[in-house]
């Protein structure tokens, strides 16, 4: 799946997309036939014990990416930029871009979007950087705008709607609309020839996307606009107690897990 792919999908089929962070769960997430692998700097939080995305660095996402991206044969793989890789000096910040689709094997990047991103945005998408962009709640703005809804007054769903604009004419091929009332981004939909990928923004985008972690049960909490869909955590509590046990009984390592050879037998 390419870039070109995913924009084409809009108004059509509904678009899936997932967060992945390893070779494993994106292997899976590729295999269910979700249309795009988000490697996000959620993973600060889900995977790497951050309170926040903040610290996720450079480095690390590229080789989660990399991870991801190996795994990975017909979704496309989205790297996520995370907190300040961008937005302070241009050249630095399409290097850091680069290096997702160059060293990583990305298909694109995302991008928390704002006024700061739109020539960004142009810059990399005429360089070759399919750039997906990200408006509403913003995680990585959490020390100005905290994590709360956005866009709920007219002014601030006004600006959500302009910055779409300015994004889609930038060359974004996606959006990613977050924690923004239903309505307005029915009506963000409504306005733009690229697709919509909601995540606690309704159901009238072109598609939706989650954190696996809660889809699949792994986190402790899921927010109010995700969904469990499994309970992976209970399972490891169990399969993880189970092997404790086992080994405290002395019931593990039994005979099938143990090999013995003759010629040792005298070694002391
Ligand atoms: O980092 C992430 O997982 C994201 C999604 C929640 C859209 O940005």
């Known amino acids: 799946m390419r870039a ?7 108004g059509e089929e509904p678009i899936t997309m997932l967060t992945a962070y390893d070779a494993p769960t994106a ?8 249309d795009a692998v988000l490697v996000g700097d959620s993973v600060g939080n889900t ?20 991870a991801v991206a190996r795994a990975t044969d017909d979704a496309l793989v989205v790297a996520d930029m995370p907190f300040l890789s961008y937005g302070a000096d241009e050249d630095e910040a399409v290097e850091n871009c680069g290096r997702m689709l160059k ?20 810059r990399l998408t005429r360089l070759g950087v ?12 959490e020390n100005e705008t905290g994590l709360f809804r956005q866009g709920t007054d007219e002014e601030s769903a006004r600006r959500i709607l302009d910055l779409a604009r300015e994004h889609e004419a930038a060359g974004a091929f996606s959006l990613v609309l977050e924690h923004v009332p239903a309505n307005l981004a029915a009506s963000v939909t409504e306005a733009l020839d690229i697709p919509t990928i ?14 696996v972690d809660e889809v699949i049960g792994l986190s402790e909490r899921t927010a109010p606009f995700s969904q469990k869909f499994g309970d992976v955590r209970g399972e ?17 390592p039994a005979d099938e897990h143990s090999h013995h050879e003759d010629e040792v037998d005298d070694v002391y």
């Open 4 to 10: 070109k792919d995913i924009r084409e999908k809009a």
């Open 27 to 34: 292997e899976l997430v590729d295999e269910a036939g979700v």
């Open 47 to 66: 995977r790497l014990g951050y309170d926040s995305t903040l610290p996720v660095t450079v480095d690390e996402m590229a080789s989660l990416t990399a």
């Open 103 to 122: 060293e990583a094997d990305a298909d694109a990047i995302k991008l928390e979007s704002g006024p700061h991103t739109v020539e960004l945005t142009r």
């Open 130 to 141: 399919p750039v997906q962009a990200h408006l509403g709640l913003t995680p990585q703005r």
């Open 198 to 211: 909601g995540i606690g923004a309704g159901p009238d985008c072109d598609g939706q996307v989650l954190v």
């Open 236 to 252: 490891m509590r169990e399969a993880i107690g189970d092997y404790a046990e086992a080994v405290e009984s002395g019931e593990f």
